[in-house]
């Protein structure tokens, strides 16, 4: 992973900042092995009989999980339970609307296959699939053109370029990035998302979150909120078959500190705003609106808060200890925090940001690292 130099106006990353080498109470998210590799999972997928109907039950769940906040992905999960349903839908039983939904082609290919294994071979790959994170994930879907049938490969898993693919009539080709934006290709790989609420989530759920290019919903009484006005990723971080870039930013700070004795400044502990932001491949370079509310009371009192924005990419569970600094009496208290992030996760920014730079640069677009942010106090 590369790590990136801080620019020369932003303070220096905290003298206190360390990551916990502790590894006793991790959590470890390593690469999955599954009962049966996403090559022939690819292979299986590339001999089903598939036409119009089966295109447009993926297209319409790569759609449906655009537009919850995640990238162009259909889970096995949704593909079995759900047909049709993107990440972040609510869970329905049944076949929809499609009359012969993709999961029925699946799981005759697979009895076909195991017939000579038992039936309880192909019962096993099913649920092995079903309950997986194994996806269908369909790059650049919106060029389709609404009639070519797909090329079927899988991630491999590392930083390759091109892998070998398969056509519906049984011919292996060579399959890139420049291919899927040409035609539809099916990358078999492995969902790393779902499990996080987006922003767009979010904003369903809670109206203070705000609406992205919109205007964000704050108390009233005169109350400064810092907000992430937008984002824009300048690269990508993962190889294409991978899919879209996970970042997540989180900020820790001592929101609404205002106190006035030294019993209350006793009883304020520092919070950590955590949210995650999918940024697909076709939107590398694009400014997004975001609007998400970093800390909702940004008070006189506060003189710095901690900020870290991360790519995904699993491990082990780690954290940053850090501080945010406060102003009681005169005099700057710090507070510790220990911010959250995984040892295999690309570190895109992380360091303290003072209340004087924060005032400075409100509503200006500034460069961290390889990403664009514009902090605005509203």
Same mark, same amino acid.
């Given at each position: 992973?590369?790590?990136?130099?801080?620019?020369?106006?932003?303070?220096?990353?905290?003298?206190?900042?360390?990551?916990?080498?502790?590894?006793?109470?991790?959590?470890? #998210?390593?690469?999955?092995?599954?009962?049966?590799?996403?090559?022939?999972?690819?292979?299986? $997928?590339?001999?089903?009989? #598939?036409?119009?109907? !089966?295109?447009?039950?993926?297209? +319409?769940?790569?759609?449906?999980?655009?537009?919850?906040?995640?990238?162009?992905?259909?889970?096995?999960?949704?593909?079995?339970?759900?047909?049709?349903?993107?990440?972040?839908?609510?869970?329905?039983?049944?076949?929809?609307?499609?009359?012969?939904? %993709?999961?029925? %082609?699946?799981?005759?290919?697979?009895? !076909?296959?195991?017939?000579?294994?038992?039936?309880?071979?192909?019962?096993?790959?099913?649920?092995?699939?079903?309950?997986?994170?194994? *996806?269908?994930?369909?790059?650049?879907?919106?060029?389709?053109?609404?009639?070519?049938?797909?090329?079927?490969?899988?991630?491999?898993?590392?930083?390759?370029?091109?892998?070998?693919?398969?056509?519906?009539?049984?011919?292996?080709? =060579?399959?890139?990035?420049?291919?899927?934006?040409?035609?539809?290709?099916?990358? #078999?790989?492995?969902?790393?998302?779902?499990?996080?609420?987006?922003?767009?989530?979010?904003?369903?759920?809670?109206?203070?979150?705000?609406?992205?290019?919109?205007?964000?919903?704050?108390?009233?009484?005169?109350?400064?909120?810092?907000?992430?006005?937008?984002?824009?990723?300048?690269?990508?971080?993962?190889?294409?078959?991978?899919?879209?870039?996970?970042?997540?930013?989180?900020?820790?700070?001592? +929101?609404? $500190?205002?106190?006035?004795?030294?019993?209350?400044?006793? =009883?304020?502990?520092?919070?950590?705003?955590?949210?995650?932001?999918?940024?697909?491949?076709?939107? =590398?370079?694009?400014?997004?609106?975001?609007?998400?509310?970093?800390?909702?009371?940004?008070?006189?009192?506060?003189?710095?808060?901690? $900020?870290?924005?991360?790519?995904?990419?699993?491990?082990?569970?780690?954290?940053?200890?850090?501080?945010?600094?406060?102003?009681?009496?005169?005099?700057?208290?710090? $507070?510790?925090?220990?911010?959250?992030?995984?040892?295999?996760?690309?570190?895109?920014?992380?360091? *303290?940001?003072?209340?004087?730079?924060?005032?400075?640069?409100?509503?200006?677009?500034?460069?961290?690292?390889? %990403?664009?942010?514009?902090?605005?106090? #509203?």
């Amino acid at each position: 992973m590369k790590k990136y130099l801080l620019l020369c106006f932003l303070v220096p990353v905290l003298a206190c900042e360390r990551l916990d080498d502790n590894s006793s109470d991790r959590t470890d #998210i390593e690469t999955p092995a599954y009962a049966a590799t996403l090559t022939e999972v690819a292979e299986l $997928f590339s001999t089903l009989p #598939i036409g119009s109907g !089966q295109m447009a039950e993926v297209a +319409d769940a790569v759609r449906a999980s655009s537009v919850n906040g995640y990238d162009e992905e259909y889970t096995m999960k949704n593909l079995f339970e759900s047909p049709g349903a993107g990440v972040g839908d609510e869970a329905t039983k049944g076949s929809g609307t499609y009359e012969e939904p %993709l999961r029925d %082609l699946v799981r005759a290919a697979a009895e !076909q296959r195991y017939a000579t294994k038992g039936s309880a071979s192909a019962e096993d790959f099913l649920e092995m699939l079903s309950s997986s994170d194994i *996806q269908i994930y369909w790059p650049y879907s919106d060029l389709w053109d609404g009639k070519t049938l797909p090329v079927i490969t899988s991630d491999p898993m590392d930083d390759a370029l091109r892998n070998v693919g398969y056509t519906l009539d049984g011919r292996e080709v =060579v399959v890139d990035e420049e291919m899927a934006k040409r035609r539809p290709v099916w990358v #078999i790989n492995g969902n790393r998302d779902a499990a996080y609420k987006t922003l767009e989530l979010l904003r369903r759920e809670d109206p203070d979150w705000g609406s992205g290019g919109g205007t964000v919903l704050v108390k009233s009484g005169g109350l400064r909120t810092l907000v992430l006005k937008s984002f824009r990723a300048n690269r990508n971080y993962d190889s294409w078959f991978s899919g879209a870039s996970e970042f997540f930013v989180k900020c820790g700070s001592v +929101d609404g $500190f205002n106190a006035r004795t030294e019993a209350e400044l006793a =009883v304020y502990s520092p919070t950590i705003t955590d949210f995650m932001i999918v940024v697909r491949r076709s939107e =590398v370079g694009e400014t997004l609106p975001f609007n998400a509310i970093l800390v909702s009371e940004w008070t006189d009192s506060i003189e710095s808060c901690a $900020f870290l924005v991360v790519e995904d990419d699993g491990g082990s569970r780690t954290s940053w200890k850090c501080s945010a600094a406060v102003k009681y009496n005169s005099k700057t208290y710090g $507070f510790d925090i220990e911010i959250p992030l995984y040892t295999k996760d690309d570190i895109c920014w992380r360091g *303290q940001l003072t209340s004087s730079f924060i005032e400075k640069y409100s509503g200006k677009e500034v460069a961290f690292g390889n %990403l664009d942010l514009v902090l605005e106090l #509203i």
